[in-house]
């Protein structure tokens, strides 16, 4: 067992969504965790990562002002909050683990399965 994010879906425009990346079955002594997400067509981009340590977070480009990364350390889980989404936020999203603070996709290792989100009316 690796990684697992779920919590995608069909959300209307403006709606919110908050995605959950199951950390208790990773062994792996990650630094920190990474929310990456990609569209139809598209390549693969970065929105945020937290340090395991200290909770630091991180934020690119794509979703800022519009996502909240978070962790809670006691339940192994790692969250990202998305609000205000749009139709172009349509993606799989993607969380995964390096053994570094970085927002480059190459620095993450280990990867969950992705959770699709769809944003429609």
């Known amino acids: 067992v690796q990684l697992q994010a779920s919590g995608g879906g069909l959300v209307q425009p403006g709606g919110s969504l908050r995605l959950s990346c199951d950390t208790s079955g990773f062994t792996w002594d990650y630094y920190a965790i990474g929310w990456f997400r990609q569209a139809p067509g598209k390549e693969r981009e970065g929105i945020s990562y937290i340090r395991r340590s200290d909770g630091s977070t991180y934020y690119a480009g794509s979703m800022m002002g519009r996502a909240t990364v978070s962790r809670d350390n006691a339940k192994n889980m790692v969250y990202l909050q998305m609000n205000n989404l749009k139709p172009e936020d349509t993606a799989v999203y993607y969380c995964?683990?390096?053994?570094?603070?970085?927002?480059?996709?190459?620095?993450?290792?280990?990867w969950g399965q992705g959770t699709l989100v769809t944003v429609s009316s």
């Open positions: 995964a683990a390096s053994n570094i603070a970085s927002m480059a996709e190459y620095d993450y290792d280990y």
